[in-house]
Nanobody, 130 residues
Framework: QVQLVQSGGGLVQSGASLRLSCAAS????????LAWFRQAPGKEREFVAV????????YYADSVKGRFTIARDNAKNTVSLQMNTLKPEDTATYYC???????????????????????WGQGTQVTVSS
């Protein structure tokens, strides 16, 4: 069982940076694939980025590639999302998530669907003004 608590987010202007963090409790954090999703009002939850349980593989949505960076610290039980050069279209509620497998990796694209994750953070709002 993994519990995820998010922090960060807020209101920024276009071009600014923000960092989201997600802290986990529970003893198996370092065994799970971790990801960030986002959901804008009236839209479906959208994949943003994923990192393997070991931290050596990452994968990003095309819309954030080159601007966002996902990283995990298994010693501190945290995963972060550094967001640079933010755009108004990045405005959404952001969620961290952990899958229900342990020490698994089925290829990057497998993890782009929200149904692959059983544990979710509470969500944090990111608003980017133009």
């Amino acid at each position: 069982q993994v519990q995820l608590v998010q922090s960060g987010g807020g209101l920024v202007q276009s071009g600014a940076s923000l960092r989201l963090s997600c802290a986990a409790s529970g003893g198996t954090f370092n065994r799970h694939v971790l990801a960030w999703f986002r959901q804008a009002p009236g839209k479906e939850r959208e994949f943003v980025a994923v990192v393997s349980w070991s931290g050596d593989v990452t994968y990003y949505a095309d819309s954030v590639k080159g601007r966002f960076t996902i990283a995990r610290d298994n010693a501190k039980n945290t995963v972060s999302l550094q967001m640079n050069t933010l755009k108004p279209e990045d405005t959404a509620t952001y969620y961290c998530a952990a899958d229900n497998d342990q020490f698994g990796w089925r290829g990057s694209r497998y993890y782009t669907g929200p149904a692959k994750y059983d544990y979710w953070g509470q969500g944090t709002q990111v608003t980017v003004s133009s």
